[in-house]
């Protein structure tokens, strides 16, 4: 039996809300019947930010969970299975494999979930200022699944730790000049709709934003521009820590994924591996974006935002300070790291390639 062309369609482009690093919108999707294919695009991953994959399965995963939540509204179980393709990201975790990463085959029925379309389309990072809301955070853990956990890191090494990891991930010239590629300006960019992260999502100044829009006009500007930006971050990473940094007034959060109980695969390739990062199977890691997009929309009904910072993970440095700090096995694997909060201002939507 067809499970309705238009509500296929339709929980497809809502799914589309789901975030994902840089807003690349990595998944590319395909329709055949009641059957989704759904492969990375290659022109729409971070091999240099991303080298390990993790952010990119935490967008699948995110986007698997919208999906699931947008078909559900519309009568459909949504049954979401890792394909090929994941295989071969875990070995090459920087090159698009041609075979689909997720198959979901779509059936009428009555599917078990809490979120609505309503959420998954309110949704949306705020990297303003926040105010902790330890109560909706106590909330959102107890709604965890088992094998995941959601640690509070104390705000006044969080500050710390994003200062440093931030110049020192992109001081590297290769990184900074893959995250210019995904800045946008000003609304003369071509992606201004489409994807990528806008300066007004990013809180920057206007004058500010209009100056450097002056040079991502052409692709050798937007390189010339990336390399001044890793100088002026190798500079930042030497100064920073000499000065002193303010907490934020938020409840920086890390999700952690135990190894131990998420995946026995896990266990093992954890428990092995000598050297940090360590990392979960590919299909452990697609599994804890859907435990993050849960955490983000459970956090959203009460009120709490979230502001993403990947980098204190992507800078080994910062990574190994957090291990410490937070005293962490070595089978418990840090996935993501966000500063949560009720919104003090509101912020502008990001785009789609859909439009939506
Ligand atoms: C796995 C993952 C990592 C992310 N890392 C960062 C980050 O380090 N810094 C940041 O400002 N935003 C980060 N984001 C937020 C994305 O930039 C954001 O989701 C995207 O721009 C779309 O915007 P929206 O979530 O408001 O719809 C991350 C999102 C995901 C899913």
Known sequence: MSAGTDAIDDAVRIAARAPSAHNTQPWSVHRDGDTLTVHVDPDRMLPAGDDTARDLLLAFGAWAEAFTIAAAGRGLVAVVESAEGIGRLQADPMTAPTE?????????????????????????????????????????????????????????????????????????????????????????????????????????????????????????GRDRLGEVFSVANRVLATVTPMLPTRATTGLPLVLIADGSSVNVVGADAVAGSTQWPARLPADAVLNAGRVLMGTWLALQRRGVVVSPHSEVLDDPRSAARLRRGLRLRVAEVPLAVFDSGTPVRVVPRSARLTGE
């Open 100 to 220: 689909p990463l997720l198959v979901v085959r779509c059936r009428l029925g009555a599917a078990d979930t809490v979120f609505h379309d309503a959420e998954i389309l309110a949704r949306g990072v705020n990297r303003g200022p926040l105010r902790a809301a330890p109560d909706a955070v106590r909330r959102a853990r107890q709604d965890l699944p088992p094998g995941y956990e959601l640690r509070a890191i104390p705000p006044h090494r969080f500050s710390a730790l994003v200062a440093a990891a931030g110049a020192r991930s992109q001081s590297d010239p290769t990184i900074a000049r893959e995250t210019m590629r995904w800045l946008r300006f000003t609304t003369a960019d071509p992606g201004w709709t489409r994807d990528g992260l806008r300066a007004d999502t990013l809180l920057l100044p206007g004058a500010l934003a209009r100056v450097l829009g002056l040079f991502t006009r052409t692709s050798h």
